[in-house]
């Protein structure tokens, strides 16, 4: 259960109608998680300023585990360092695993470790992105933790949410977890290399990820044999240098 935004505490199976009543205690809980949210949209707002002041162009990587965001994030760093300056945000409930493998890139990296949380908020984004003191005209990635749920509910500041779904997980994960397709800007569909040897459909996948959210832009990627890398990379360097960052 997270201890920031409550998953878990109200779930509950029942047959009946919700016409009955809740205990007080409910009522007190979901304002608690209110504010809590609203505390972090302030925040990230604050956040987002200081992106936009500073021109840096900041992504919020969102996904399962095991959806290989680290191993994409290190070829697009492969690409993309000496012609952009790069920073790394990586959130984890433990260890600096993801981070080390980042610094080894020779890359500024800080790591946030969130025990028991299962997402990162704009005050320990604020706080890392304090340290890195990244420079202007940059490109700054945040690693979310592995969680296809409770990261798309918190606003980090970043200009670009984007959801990764690798092949492995089927492709009937958009519809089982529409609300983080429905919050992302960009959903990169990774190893799809390993698709003929699954029963997966990488254009099922992406006709499903569009019933979520008609409006995903989308990348067909294999992080490992750097398939579909170079397209996401030029993507990325034209945004941070369009106008409007």
């Given amino acids: 259960m997270c201890g920031t935004c409550g998953c878990g ?52 990587l969102m996904s399962a585990p095991g959806s290989g965001k680290t191993t994409l994030l290190e070829e697009t760093i492969r690409r993309l360092k000496g012609r952009l300056p790069l920073y790394v945000i990586e959130g984890d409930q433990q260890t600096s695993n993801d981070a080390n493998r980042i610094a080894a890139l020779d890359v500024p990296v800080f790591q946030i470790n969130t025990g028991a949380g299962c997402h990162l908020e704009a005050a320990t984004v604020h706080h890392a992105f304090q340290h890195l003191n990244p420079e202007n005209d940059s490109l700054l990635f945040i690693e979310n933790v592995g969680n296809l749920v409770c990261p798309a509910m918190f606003d980090l500041g970043e200009a670009k949410k984007v959801v990764i779904v690798s092949t492995t997980e089927g492709d009937d994960k958009p519809l089982k977890y529409p609300h983080i397709f429905q919050q992302a800007d960009i959903c990169i569909i990774n190893k799809i290399d390993l698709a003929p040897f699954l029963n997966t459909e990488v254009a099922t996948l992406r006709e499903n990820a569009l019933k979520a959210n008609h409006r995903l832009l989308l990348f067909e990627v294999s992080a490992l044999q750097n398939t579909g890398i170079d397209h996401w990379c030029n993507w990325l360097e034209t945004e941070l240098t369009a106008p409007s960052h």
């Fill in 9 to 60: 505490k109200h779930h509950h199976e029942h047959e009946h109608g919700h016409g009955h009543d809740h205990h007080p205690d409910d009522r007190r809980t979901i304002a608690v998680e209110q504010d809590i949210l609203q505390r972090n949209n302030l925040l990230a707002e604050r956040n987002r300023g200081y992106f936009e002041a500073k021109h840096i162009f900041c992504l919020n």
